[in-house]
Antibody
Framework: QVQLVQSGAEVKRPGASVKISCKAS????????IHWVRQAPGQGFDWMAI????????RYTHKFQGRVTMTRDTSTGTVDMEVSSLRSDDTAVYYC?????????????WGQGTLVTVSS | SYVLTQPSSLSVAPGQTAKITCGGK??????VHWYQQKAGQAPVLVVY???DRPSGIPERFSGSNTGDPATLTISRVDAGDEADYFC???????????FGGGTKLTVL
């Protein structure tokens, strides 16, 4: 069955970086886009970035441009996201999700989420 | 940027019908997706492209989008439907995915 399995919770100091991984299985890895979405405590969802595993092309929202980097490894079916210069307001649960296309197609599978806590 | 507006909460008695709304400018011309998120869990897609259901989602879940607002309807609500529900659209103006703020459904 389709699964997106994310790496475990992280605690970071302000100014540090964090890398979260998302391992896909149960489908053809390069046939679906991978998104990163975050959810701050008690808040809604904030779409951050998208990667096309077929070629590795990425796009980041303006809010995260320059602080977020997505990479993929087609041999393992894994997508990583690194967030740098962490601030306290980056404390959130980060989810990866997949979609058939970059726009209009829904996110039909999600990872279990990774809690990132930024605290001094 | 495009804004999706949802009521923050809705309470429904078991067996009744819940209607969760999602408002936005010209939303009738958008393709709306709906997600259910139970406490401490990842979201699950329950309705896509306004009114289609993924396999495994009960027929009790239905969607419509004939104009502002779009609506997710849950018939014969039971305790297992208690969750947050979010709507989502693709904003062509900014090439961004946009989510509503979410509606917390409480089953009385």
């Amino acid at each position: 069955q389709v699964q997106l399995v994310q790496s475990g919770a992280e605690v970071k100091r302000p100014g540090a970086s964090v890398k979260i991984s998302c391992k896909a299985s149960g489908y053809h890895f390069t046939s679906y886009y991978i998104h990163w979405v975050r959810q701050a405590p008690g808040q809604g969802f904030d779409w951050m970035a998208i990667l096309n595993p077929n070629g590795g092309i990425t796009r980041y929202t303006h809010k995260f441009q320059g602080r977020v980097t997505m990479t993929r490894d087609t041999s393992t079916g894994t997508v990583d996201m690194e967030v740098s210069s962490l601030r306290s307001d980056d404390t959130a649960v980060y989810y990866c999700a997949r979609s058939r296309s970059s726009s209009s197609s829904p996110f039909d599978a999600w990872g279990q989420g990774t809690l990132v806590t930024v605290s001094s | 940027s495009y804004v999706l507006t949802q009521p923050s909460s809705l309470s429904v008695a078991p067996g009744q019908t819940a209607k969760i709304t999602c408002g936005g400018k010209n939303i009738g011309s958008q393709s709306v997706h709906w997600y259910q998120q139970k406490a401490g869990q990842a979201p699950v897609l329950v309705v896509y492209e306004d009114s289609d259901r993924p396999s495994g989602i009960p027929e009790r879940f239905s969607g419509s989008n004939t104009g502002d607002p779009a609506t997710l309807t849950i018939s014969r609500v039971d305790a297992g439907d208690e969750a947050d529900y979010f709507c989502q659209v693709w904003d062509d103006g900014t090439d961004h995915w946009v989510f509503g703020g979410g509606t917390k459904l409480t089953v009385l």
